[in-house]
């Protein structure tokens, strides 16, 4: 189905260099397009994803195209067909059609036969034209995420296509296509096969998109990811916790979802990262949320506030805030407390050993006098200057 003038070109044209290649394929007798996600999203109304052509030109003759045009092209995916070309300053990956669809009478639909969903299927040139073979665009629109053509047979070219099918129910799903559905847990034993990786990867694009929790129902009441990890506990935080985080235009945190979802202890935790593959600062963030011992009232005023943050630091504070706060309507007054934890400037002990023995303090003592000292200078919000703790310890001591 051809949509002649259906996009705006602004939504798909990054820069100048990208319509220079148009042309000079044009001018060598093909034909280039974008695909998938770039025309998935301009035509959602999402940012613009990566910029994915095809050209119906084959490997050797884009190539041999590059060489007249003085453009520097290397082989990327040869057993894709993908040539990334260098255009002035800007780097293009372009795969051409297989060359079994020589002779074919319309090679680009066949090209689409190949891909994955629909909604992943549909091309666009440089004017704005879409291109759409399997009714992308009306599944799209309608929220209807479906595998082309047999479910089942387009989960064996890949079986991380069980995930990406989810992906795409939480970014973009409203109604679920049920062969689609039956075909991915039917088949949900295939991804034991993949990467522990990939399917991570995949995973956390699903709990950072907007119908996350929808899309984590269907994975775990289906039992597609039980070899790998138990159902959550409570799934319904992460809709209330980016309420908030939407709400208040922040971060979204992967590590914060985890916990909110997971509510694990610090075994679980431990497990939870090496299913993830969490890096090391992932799995310390994350163990430093479970061991934290903070309520609502280490929020109540500026005392408290500076005790927490000299305890546990901003970000860890400002992510239990928000947990402590999930069923909070008033928006307004979370906003504020995270506006004082940003402002406060994390407390320094000002005294140390040095300054002790220079007015005579006992050198053997030296660690117990420092630890009464700091207790004191806690206990009063971090909030005592050196020379008031100089004097504690002349009362105390002296």
């Known amino acids: 189905m051809f949509h002649p003038d259906y996009i705006n070109p602004k939504k798909l044209i990054v820069n100048e260099d990208i319509l220079k290649l148009f ?19 301009a035509i959602a109304g999402f940012e613009r994803a990566n910029i994915d052509l095809v050209t119906d030109l084959s490997p050797s003759e884009f190539s041999d195209m590059c060489d007249d045009e003085g453009l520097r092209c290397v082989p990327i995916g040869i057993q894709f067909f993908t040539i990334g070309v260098m255009v002035n300053s800007s780097f293009f990956k372009v795969t051409s059609l297989s060359p079994e669809e020589d002779n074919i009478k319309d090679e680009w639909k066949t090209d689409a036969s190949k891909r994955d969903l629909t909604i992943n ?8 034209n879409v ?12 929220g209807v995420i ?31 296509d049920r062969k689609s559905l039956k075909a991915c847990i039917k088949n949900k034993h295939l991804l034991k096969k993949v990467s522990a990786d990939k399917i991570k990867e995949e ?23 039980d070899f790998l990890v138990a159902k959550p506990k409570n799934l319904s935080n992460m809709d209330k916790l980016d309420s908030i985080v939407t709400e208040l235009k922040l971060d ?29 600062e992932q799995k310390e963030y994350l163990l430093n949320l479970v061991n934290c011992k903070l309520s609502l009232n280490n929020f109540k005023d500026t005392i408290s506030l500076n005790k927490a943050v000299y305890r546990y630091g901003k970000d860890i504070c400002k992510d239990v805030w928000l947990f402590l706060n999930l069923d909070n309507k008033d928006n307004e007054h979370i906003k504020n407390i995270l506006n004082t934890l940003d402002s406060i400037k994390i407390p320094v002990f000002p005294v140390n050993g040095k300054d002790l023995i220079k007015i005579g303090a006992d050198t053997k003592f030296i660690g117990l006098y420092i630890d009464v000292l700091k207790k004191e200078w806690f206990e009063c919000g971090c909030n005592v200057s050196k020379k008031e703790l100089i004097q504690k310890y002349i009362e105390i001591f002296a």
């Open 23 to 41: 042309k000079l394929v044009e001018k060598h007798g093909g034909v280039l397009r974008f695909v998938g996600g770039a025309v998935r999203d």
């Open 146 to 176: 479906k595998f082309i053509g047999k479910p089942e047979e387009n989960i064996e070219d890949d079986y991380i296509r069980i995930m990406r099918f989810f992906r795409f129910c939480a970014m973009f799903g409203k109604k679920i």
């Open 131 to 142: 291109f759409d073979y399997y009714n992308g665009i009306k599944d799209l629109e309608n």
């Open 203 to 225: 995973l956390f694009k699903i709990m950072l998109a907007p119908y996350a929790v929808r899309a984590l129902e269907l994975i775990f009441d289906n039992g597609i990811l």
């Open 121 to 128: 299927a549909v091309y666009a040139d440089e004017k704005g």
């Open 252 to 280: 979204k945190s992967i590590i914060r979802r985890i916990f909110v979802i997971f509510e694990p202890d610090a075994k679980r935790a431990n497990r939870l990262a090496d299913i993830f593959r969490l890096n090391k």
